[in-house]
């Protein structure tokens, strides 16, 4: 009896060594699933790199700086301290569940706070209330797989600094203005404008013509752009260019931008024929309310066989916007909610979109 106790004892710790190597080895994982008025245009239109302002890469006095990586928990450590890359000491980056899918099973990289939110969906945007392709250029549905998709032509523009280009603006609409940059209280039109936000864009641009100019730009904070008063505009933005580049943007007053060249953590560009997601992620610092963190990210392969999002979502570059620091013209913090919110493209000749949506979050700690 007492050679079988001890029989039976040493199986049983063999048994239990097995099931904890097995487990080790094939457990679950927490990889990506995959899965109002009008805005006017006026003749004269808007700087842009490489015609009138561009500013020197981004540094520490700039207001650069590592945020919470929020894409993955594998994120890329920092670009080495030097112009344009994150000087902070990083952070634990920091990744939502997979589960943390919106209704068109786009993952949400930051959590929802009661307030403003727009989704485009499976809605016609030439007919829904909130958004607006500027120029009253139409849009015509496609289909890749189960995607439903839209295309939309350019209009002609003059350029401010000089010479002609192309754009679309796709603006997501909120309340009836009433505030500038300089009025502003913490909003432009109402104080449930998006002030903290995640904005999402899929894009495909077809026939880069201007390849100085292509890119597409994503506005938000801002408000309208007209001649009469250049104030009205109150936006910042993020960008993704042709050549490859991408920057912060102010455009406080229209048409006078400031740019900031920022430190790419991985290589990408806007690129013919091709689709890319795009989330622009802006949201105060809880601990210290001089300063916005404002981050771009991408996903550049977003959609399966099938046409559903792939949700491989990488921070591509970032911008710590801080109150008294100089980015040109402009040395005033931009942490208001803005009453219009775009999507813009130069230099291409059509542009496919899906899934714009943008609404309020928590901002992480």
């Known amino acids: 009896m007492k050679n079988s106790s001890t029989t039976s004892q040493a199986l049983l710790a063999l048994l239990l060594a097995a099931t904890a190597a097995a487990c080790s080895s094939g457990g679950s994982s927490s990889s990506d699933a995959p899965g109002a008025a009008a805005p006017q245009a006026d003749g004269t ?21 590592q945020a919470a990586d929020l894409s993955s928990p594998a994120a890329p450590a920092p670009a080495a301290a030097g112009a344009g890359a994150p000087t902070e000491a990083p952070t634990t980056p920091t990744a939502p569940p997979a589960t943390d899918l919106d209704a068109d099973g786009v993952r949400m990289l930051v959590p929802s706070a009661t307030g403003t939110s727009f989704r485009l969906g499976t ?7 909130g958004f607006l392709i500027e120029n009253n250029v139409a849009a015509t549905p496609q289909t ?19 010479g002609t280009g192309k754009t679309t603006r796709l603006h997501i609409i909120g309340g009836d203005q009433k505030y500038t940059w300089r009025t502003e209280n913490g909003f432009l039109s109402t104080p449930s404008d998006l002030r903290n936000q995640e904005f999402t864009a899929y894009v495909r641009v077809h026939d880069i013509f201007d390849a100085a100019r292509a890119m597409v730009t994503l506005k938000i904070r801002g408000g309208k752009h007209i001649a009469g008063n250049g104030d009205l505009a109150s936006c910042t933005m993020m960008t993704l260019s042709a050549g490859g580049n991408t920057m912060f943007g102010k455009e406080l007053t229209h048409p006078s931008y400031d740019y900031v060249k920022l430190a790419p953590r991985f290589d990408a560009s806007l690129k013919d024929g091709q689709w890319v997601g795009m989330k622009l992620v802006s949201y105060a610092k809880p ?11 991408l996903d550049t392969d977003p959609f399966d066989a099938s046409g559903k999002p792939v949700n491989g979502w990488r921070l591509l570059s970032e911008y710590t916007d801080s109150e008294g620091t100089s980015t040109g013209r402009y040395s005033k913090l931009a942490d208001w909610g803005g009453e219009q919110t775009t999507v813009r493209t130069d230099g291409v000749s059509s542009l496919d979109f899906a899934f714009v949506s943008a609404r309020e979050v928590t901002p992480p700690n």
């Open 123 to 129: 809605s016609d945007p030439n007919n829904l209330a």
């Open 287 to 297: 601990a210290d309310p001089t300063k916005v963190v404002n981050q771009l990210y």
């Open 144 to 162: 890749l797989g189960s995607l439903n998709y839209w295309n939309t032509l350019p209009f002609s523009f003059s350029y401010s600094a000089g």
């Open 45 to 65: 239109e808007d700087d842009l790199p490489g015609t009138a302002v561009t500013s020197a890469p981004q540094t520490a006095a700039d207001g650069g700086g």
